[in-house]
C-alpha cells in the first residue's frame, strides 16, 4: 500500500492527540491511522511506509499496549519497508531515561530488514541520558507535551517534510 500506516499506542491520551495532528499533516488522503491495540501484524505488513508513534512509560519502557504489540513485530518482514518513529517523554521528571522506548522498536526493525528514517537533532530538549540518541542524534521525533507542547505542531510540520521526503 502506497498510504503511510501510523500506528500509535497511547495511555493518557497525549500520544493520540498528537498522533492525529501527524496525520493531518501528512494528509489524511496520504495515511491512515490504526491504534496499536486493534493492529494485526498483517494489518501492519500491508504497508510499506510505517509511523511507529508510542510514548514513554515505567523507566523507558514501551507503552503498555505497544509493549504487548511488540512480539507481533518478529512476524512481521520489514524488507523494503521504511519505518519512521515518533515518541513521547517527559525530559523534566525522566531526565535519565529520555523516550528511551525508541531504541527497541529501530532495533527490531532494522533487525528485520527494514530502513530507520526521520531522525532528529537532540537541540532544543534538556536531558541526561537517552537510549534514543545514536550519533547525536534522535532516532525519530521526539515529542514532550509535559514541558514544550508549545513547540509540537513546528516539530511535527518539520519532520513530515523529512519524512515524507525519506518515505518517497
Ligand atoms: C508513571 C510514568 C512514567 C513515565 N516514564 C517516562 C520515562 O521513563 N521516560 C520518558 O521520557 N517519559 C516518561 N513518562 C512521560 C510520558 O511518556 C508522557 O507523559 C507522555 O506524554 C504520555 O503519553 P500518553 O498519554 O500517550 O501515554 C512517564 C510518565 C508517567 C506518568
Not at 105 to 112: D, N, P, S, Y
Not at 138 to 150: M, P
Request: hydrophobic fraction near 35%; charge should be negative; charged fraction near 25%.
Amino acid at each position: 500500500m502506497n498510504k503511510i500506516g501510523i500506528f500509535y499506542g497511547s495511555t493518557t491520551g497525549n500520544t493520540r492527540d498528537v498522533t492525529l495532528k501527524l496525520y493531518e499533516a501528512l494528509g489524511k488522503n496520504q495515511a491512515e491511522m490504526h491504534d496499536i491495540r486493534e493492529t494485526t501484524a498483517s494489518d501492519m505488513q500491508a504497508y510499506d511506509k510505517i509511523v511507529f508513534s508510542v510514548s514513554t512509560w515505567g523507566t523507558g519502557d514501551l507503552q503498555d499496549d505497544w509493549e504487548e504489540f511488540f512480539p507481533s513485530l518478529n512476524s512481521i518482514d520489514f524488507n523494503g519497508k521504511t519505518v519512521a518513529i515518533m515518541a513521547l517523554g517527559d525530559q523534566q521528571n525522566y531526565p535519565d531515561n529520555f523516550v528511551d522506548c525508541m531504541r527497541p522498536l529501530a532495533e527490531k526493525v532494522i533487525e528485520r530488514g527494514g530502513r530507520i528514517v526521520g531522525e532528529t537533532p537532540t537541540e532544543g530538549y534538556t536531558f541526561s541520558a537517552s537510549k534514543a540518541v545514536q550519533s547525536k542524534r534522535f532516532l525519530g521525533l521526539v515529542i514532550d507535551e509535559d514541558n514544550q507542547a508549545n513547540m509540537t505542531t513546528s516539530r511535527i510540520h518539520d519532520w513530515v517534510e523529512v519524512i515524507k521526503q525519506a518515505m518517497q
